[in-house]
C-alpha cells in the first residue's frame, strides 16, 4: 500500500519555465517530507524538506508548498535548467509514533529539463 | 572528505548463492539504513539500525540479513531465499533516528544482478 504518491511519472519542461512536480500522501500522521534528487547509478541527494508546522519552504531556485488539509505537496523550480534533469522523490516521515526513523518514498518522477 | 561508501558498485549473484553487500560511513552517523529500487518504484525499506548491535526489519526483509557490530558498517547479505534479488541497492545514514532537520545521506548504489 503505496502510502507517498507520484502520479506523475514523467515531466518535461523548457529551460527557464517553472516545473513543477506534485507529491499525495494518505497517512495523516505524516508530519515531515523531503524531495530527493537521483541521478541514474547514483545515490539520491537531498533537496529540501518541509515541516507540517510550514505550508511552504524556500531554498534559491527550489519552493516546497505543503497542503496539510490536501495531504498534498508540490516542487517548484524557478528557474528550470537543463542541469535540473533527474529523478525526483518525495519523502514523508512520522516524527512521532511508532515508525519513528523511517522515511517512506514516492515512486519518482522523472524530469527533463529541454534547451 | 565524509561520505558513504558502497562497494561494489556492480555485483553478480548465482542461483542458490548469498551475497554480501558493503556500507561503510566516516560521517560518524549512529542510524544507518538499506534500500532497494527497482525500475518505476519508490525505494523500500530493507533493514535499519538505529545503533550498535541493534537493527529493525523494514518493509521487504525477507530474504534478507545484516548486522551492525560497528558504528561505521552495516553490511547486507542477499541470502537464497531471495527469489527476485535483481535491483539497485542504496545503503543511507542519518546523525540520529530520524527526526527535525534530519535527513539521510545516500552511498552512491550497488546494482546486484543474477546471472
Known amino acids: 500500500d503505496q502510502q507517498v504518491k507520484q502520479n506523475s511519472p514523467s515531466l518535461s519542461v523548457q529551460e527557464g519555465r517553472i516545473s513543477i512536480l506534485n507529491c499525495d500522501y494518505t497517512?495523516?500522521?505524516?508530519?515531515?517530507f523531503l524531495w530527493y534528487k537521483k541521478y541514474p547509478a547514483e545515490g539520491p541527494t537531498f533537496l529540501i524538506s518541509i515541516s507540517s508546522i510550514k505550508d511552504k519552504n524556500e531554498d534559491g531556485r527550489f519552493t516546497v508548498f505543503l497542503n496539510k488539509s490536501a495531504k498534498h505537496l508540490s516542487l517548484h523550480i524557478v528557474p528550470s535548467q537543463p542541469g535540473d534533469s533527474a529523478v525526483y522523490f518525495c519523502a514523508a516521515s512520522e516524527l512521532r509514533g511508532s515508525t519513528l526513523g523511517r522515511l517512506y518514498f514516492g515512486r519518482g518522477t522523472q524530469l527533463t529539463v529541454w534547451p | 572528505d565524509g561520505g558513504i561508501t558502497q562497494s561494489p558498485k556492480y555485483l553478480f549473484r548465482k542461483e542458490g548463492q548469498n551475497v554480501t553487500l558493503s556500507c561503510e560511513q566516516n560521517?560518524?552517523?549512529?542510524?544507518m539504513y538499506w534500500y532497494r529500487q527497482d525500475p518505476g518504484q519508490g525505494l523500500r525499506l530493507i533493514y535499519y539500525s538505529q545503533i550498535v548491535n541493534d537493527f529493525q526489519k523494514g518493509d521487504i526483509a525477507e530474504g534478507y540479513s545484516v548486522s551492525r557490530e560497528k558504528k561505521e558498517s552495516f553490511p547486507l547479505t542477499v541470502t537464497s531465499a531471495q527469489k527476485n534479488p535483481t535491483a539497485f541497492y542504496l545503503c543511507a545514514s542519518s546523525r540520529d533516528i530520524f527526526g527535525p532537520d534530519e535527513k539521510l545521506f545516500f552511498g552512491s548504489g550497488t546494482q546486484l544482478s543474477v546471472l
Open positions: 560521517l560518524n552517523h549512529d542510524a
Open positions: 497517512n495523516s500522521m505524516f508530519d515531515y
